[in-house]
T-cell receptor, first 113, second 114 residues
Framework: ETGVTQTPRHLVMGMTNKKSLKCEQHLGHNAMYWYKQSAKKPLELMFVYNFKEQTENNSVPSRFSPECPNSSHLFLHLHTLQPEDSALYLC????????????FGPGTRLTVL | AQSVSQHNHHVILSEAASLELGCNYSYGGTVNLFWYVQYPGQHLQLLLKYFSGDPLVKGIKGFEAEFIKSKFSFNLRKPSVQWSDTAEYFCAVNGGTGGFKTIFGAGTRLFVKA
């Protein structure tokens, strides 16, 4: 596999479920990101990890819990979500530094019932 | 806080027409500017970027963008679009008073009629 991969690609969950999204990058990058993409809204940055350390939490509700065990893997743990959390969740990676482009995965389409 | 405004949410053009998509950001200072594209069924990918030097930036597939600092703008252009340019285009900015958090615009959906 090359680039940035995300699993699962689609997820349907109830409001009381606990699930996790997984992201893996094969690019040797040292920064990873979670974004939320909702219809007709700008891409919303959720979390940033640089060298496995969280450097940004963009006021994300605690029902979303990120985990970055190493520079290649990023997880988003989900629990007691709301229907309005239904969206496409994108993972991205880059080299640390604002001038560096981000490489995106295909996303996980999440539906909360 | 930094914000990014893309003026057109939907654009429909015929093949060979010229394209210009507007992008403005709110806070100045030293910024890095990006255009990303998402073709149907594909990942978001970089089209072009500016971080220093010549304010006229060339990207892939004949796209270019011009950074005009005084206008806080980074408009995307292509002289002659093709059907294969049908996609969603996102402007993004980091730096300035927004720090290195990358802020994306809402996107512009371009449909090119064959």
């Amino acid at each position: 596999e090359t680039g940035v991969t995300q699993t699962p690609r689609h997820l349907v969950m109830g409001m009381t479920n606990k699930k996790s999204l997984k992201c893996e990058q094969h690019l040797g990058h040292n920064a990873m990101y979670w974004y939320k993409q909702s219809a007709k809204k700008p891409l919303e940055l959720m979390f940033v990890y640089n060298f496995k350390e969280q450097t940004e939490n963009n006021s994300v509700p605690s029902r979303f819990s990120p985990e970055c065990p190493n520079s290649s893997h990023l997880f988003l743990h989900l629990h007691t979500l709301q229907p309005e959390d239904s969206a496409l969740y994108l993972c991205a990676s880059s080299q640390v530094g604002g001038e560096n482009e981000q490489f995106f995965g295909p996303g996980t389409r999440l539906t909360v019932l | 806080a930094q914000s990014v405004s893309q003026h057109n949410h939907h654009v429909i053009l015929s093949e060979a027409a010229s394209l210009e998509l507007g992008c403005n950001y709110s806070y100045g200072g030293t910024v890095n500017l990006f255009w990303y594209v998402q073709y149907p069924g594909q990942h978001l990918q970089l089209l072009l970027k500016y971080f220093s030097g010549d304010p006229l930036v060339k990207g892939i597939k004949g796209f270019e963008a011009e950074f005009i600092k005084s206008k806080f703008s980074f408009n995307l252009r292509k002289p002659s679009v093709q059907w294969s340019d049908t996609a969603e285009y996102f402007c993004a900015v980091n730096g300035g008073t927004g720090g290195f958090k990358t802020i994306f615009g809402a996107g512009t959906r371009l449909f090119v009629k064959a």
